[in-house]
T-cell receptor
Framework: DAGVIQSPRHEVTEMGQEVTLRCKPISGHDYLFWYRQTMMRGLELLIYFNNNVPIDDSGMPEDRFSAKMPNASFSTLKIQPSEPRDSAVYFC????????????FGNGTRLTVT | AQSVTQLDSQVPVFEEAPVELRCNYSSSVSVYLFWYVQYPNQGLQLLLKYLSGSTLVKGINGFEAEFNKSQTSFHLRKPSVHISDTAEYFCAVSDGTGGGFKTIFGAGTRLFVKA
């Protein structure tokens, strides 16, 4: 099992540009989560999907952020336009079933917006 | 609403000494509790979990945690730490709402093991 795969590992972009982060969950996992990690705010849940359907996006900071899951093996998190305060490490995680199963994390994408 | 409080942001300890990382949670419903570890430039990895049953839970790398419902705590312990245990540790709680669930993380505790 390859685990959760995120790309790119690092992204440096200028303010105002569009950024797309990608995630391939573990095959057979029904849940997919996007988290953001910063020193100030720790780990924040942005959005999660169940069977490709967005369930809760209340953590998405503003309309500049959007996430999609077109099929069971792929998800994207898009920021348009990006701002310096979006700089963070973005993690994707997947889980096989409900609340009693742990999350499997990817290695994250470190985003720097200048 | 559920929340997780990790009482120590940093814990320095000498190699081979015991360590306890403290975690308290609040939730209005029954919960599932987890500890994760994060090494530099990596994602989080599961150390152990409490779902039900015995309140003492054993995990990987010699760690264990005790669920205390009356004190709403889930402290992580290791009797003898190694340099390689230096990492950030996160306590997390999972709460079921409707048809889905959320996992909420504490702020993390940085464990620094000194030779």
């Amino acid at each position: 099992d390859a685990g959760v795969i995120q790309s790119p590992r690092h992204e440096v972009t200028e303010m105002g540009q569009e950024v797309t982060l990608r995630c391939k969950p573990i095959s057979g996992h029904d849940y997919l989560f996007w988290y953001r990690q910063t020193m100030m705010r720790g780990l924040e849940l942005l959005i999660y999907f169940n069977n490709n359907v967005p369930i809760d996006d209340s953590g998405m900071p503003e309309d500049r952020f959007s996430a999609k899951m077109p099929n069971a093996s792929f998800s994207t998190l898009k920021i348009q336009p990006s701002e310096p305060r979006d700089s963070a490490v973005y993690f994707c995680a997947s889980s096989p079933r409900g609340r009693n199963s742990p999350l499997h994390f990817g290695n994250g994408t470190r985003l720097t917006v200048t | 609403a559920q929340s997780v409080t990790q009482l120590d942001s940093q814990v320095p300890v000498f190699e081979e000494a015991p360590v306890e990382l403290r975690c308290n949670y609040s939730s209005s419903v029954s919960v599932y509790l987890f500890w994760y570890v994060q090494y530099p430039n990596q994602g989080l990895q599961l150390l152990l979990k409490y779902l039900s049953g015995s309140t003492l839970v054993k995990g990987i790398n010699g760690f264990e945690a005790e669920f205390n419902k009356s004190q709403t705590s889930f402290h992580l312990r290791k009797p003898s730490v190694h340099i390689s245990d230096t990492a950030e540790y996160f306590c997390a709680v999972s709460d079921g709402t409707g048809g889905g669930f959320k996992t909420i993380f504490g702020a993390g505790t940085r464990l620094f093991v000194k030779a």
